[in-house]
C-alpha cells in the first residue's frame, strides 16, 4: 500500500480455493459511515490475466472499508 494524504493505493491478487489466481473476479469497494452505519458502493474493478488488482482510494477517517469479490463466470 501507498499513502499520500487521504488517499491510499490498495492492491493485491485474488485465488481461487484451488490456490489458481482468479482471472476477471470482480471486487466491490464499499464505504461504511462508522456513526451511522449508511453503506455506500464507491465502484467496482477487476483482476487481470494475473489476478491482481488495484485502485486508489480516497480515504474518509469517519469511515470504515468492505471489499467483497465476486468469481467470474466461466
Do not use: H
Not at 459511515?33 to 474493478?45: H, V
Not at 488495484?54 to 474518509?60: D, R, S, T
Amino acid at each position: 500500500m501507498i499513502q499520500n494524504k487521504n488517499e491510499i493505493l490498495i492492491s493485491g491478487v485474488i485465488y481461487n480455493p484451488d490456490g489458481s489466481k482468479s482471472i476477471g473476479a470482480a471486487i466491490e469497494v464499499i464505504q461504511v459511515n462508522a456513526k451511522n452505519s449508511e453503506r455506500i458502493t464507491l465502484g467496482y474493478t477487476f483482476t487481470d490475466e494475473f489476478g491482481a488488482y488495484g485502485f486508489l482510494l480516497k480515504v474518509n477517517s469517519f469511515s470504515i472499508y468492505e471489499f467483497n469479490v465476486y468469481s467470474p463466470i466461466n
